[in-house]
């Protein structure tokens, strides 16, 4: 089992809507949590940085962790064509800076 | 502030051709990261440099050397390129700290090997 399951879509979505991506992970000791953005023919770019459980919300932009269920989620809202990107969902285990990617995500929003 | 610089931005190589990739940071970051990007694989780390003077494999090393030149730059070298080698490579820094601070990348260099 690959440590950090993504399904890689692609997702299309109509322009306003919501979008809601997510990551499954088996590693227990994964306690930092990030998403990253990633432009056609650019770098990934740091989008959300959460530490442990919990909910953060960055203007349009919710990050969920459920380290329970060892789950995480990406929320867009009020969706623009701006957004269409490929998303990356990202962990570190504690004192280690290494990080364990997702296959990243695809999404297209329509006008 | 550039942030992560990559060069060159693209390259087309034949095989058994060597090549380095250069990156460079002028975030002060003590890490600096190389990985390959393909399609339906995502990103793989090839090798890390925790900090000036140390480098360690990742997960694919298989055909890469790579320098840790000072705190600023980190290359990748490819001796002998092989088609399989075809892939986008990224660079990344991030700080070395006990709060696992998250990595910063470059735009990526696209190579096609022939």
């Known amino acids: 089992q690959k440590e950090v399951e993504q399904d890689p879509g692609p997702l299309s979505v109509p322009e306003g809507a919501i979008v809601s991506l997510n990551c499954t992970y088996s590693?227990?000791?994964?306690?930092?949590f990030m998403w990253y953005r990633q432009y056609s023919r650019k770098g990934p770019e740091l989008l959300m940085y959460t530490y442990s459980s919990g909910n953060k919300e960055d203007g349009r932009f919710t990050a969920q962790v459920d380290k329970s269920s060892k789950y995480i989620s990406l929320f867009i809202r009020d969706s623009q064509p701006s957004d269409s990107a490929t998303y990356l969902c990202a962990m570190s285990a504690n004192g280690n800076n290494r990080l364990a990617f997702g296959k990243g995500n695809q999404v297209v929003v329509i006008p | 502030n550039a942030g992560v610089t990559q060069t060159p931005k693209f390259q087309v190589l034949k095989t058994g051709q060597s090549m380095t990739l250069q990156c460079a940071q002028d975030m002060n970051h003590n890490s600096m990261y190389w990985y390959r990007q393909d399609p339906g694989m995502g990103l793989r780390l090839i090798y890390y440099?925790?900090?000036?003077?140390?480098?360690d494999k990742g997960e694919v090393p298989n055909g890469y050397n790579v320098s840790r030149l000072n705190k600023r730059e980190f290359s990748l070298r490819l001796e002998s390129a092989a088609p399989s080698q075809t892939s986008v490579y990224f660079c990344?820094?991030?700080?070395?700290?006990?709060?696992?601070?998250?990595?910063?990348f470059g735009d990526g260099t696209r190579l096609s090997i022939l």
């Open positions: 990344a820094s991030s700080p070395w700290d006990v709060s696992n601070q998250p990595q910063h």
């Open positions: 590693n227990s000791a994964f306690q930092y």
């Open positions: 440099s925790a900090s000036e003077g140390t480098t």
